[in-house]
Nanobody
Framework: QVQLVESGGGSVQAGGSLTLSCEASGYMFRIYCLGWFRQAPGKEREGVASIDRDGRTSSADPVKGRFTISKDNAKYTLYLQMNTLKPEDTAMYFC??????????????????WGQGTQVTVSS
């Protein structure tokens, strides 16, 4: 199994920044892709950004140029640097992971392991 624990959420005004962290533990050899997802009340969970084992990244259009995904392999930690936050970025943010059986993208169903989430609230 793989355990994922997010941290770093909070409340911020529009235009501000936050950095989310996700600490991974367990059967790390199973992980090929790590991703960030978010879910706002009444909406479906959507992909935000992903990074594969070789460090290749992909970001969803709504966050391109504002959010940056990165990881520290030595610390088994995934990060999401969020800049120029907007009220529409308000959501529960989740860290997720899957093995090498899928391309590393933003498809929710591809991800086997999930954290509990951390809330991000952006006020106008």
């Amino acid at each position: 199994q793989v355990q994922l624990v997010e941290s770093g959420g909070g409340s911020v005004q529009a235009g501000g920044s936050l950095t989310l962290s996700c600490e991974a533990s367990g059967y790390m050899f199973r992980i090929y892709c790590l991703g960030w997802f978010r879910q706002a009340p009444g909406k479906e969970r959507e992909g935000v950004a992903s990074i594969d084992r070789d460090g290749r990244t992909s970001s969803a259009d709504p966050v391109k140029g504002r959010f940056t995904i990165s990881k520290d392999n030595a610390k088994y930690t995934l990060y999401l640097q969020m800049n120029t936050l907007k009220p529409e970025d308000t959501a529960m943010y989740f860290c997720a992971a899957h093995g090498p059986w899928y391309r590393c993208g933003h498809t929710v169903a591809d991800f086997s392991y999930w954290g509990q989430g951390t809330q991000v609230t952006v006020s106008s």
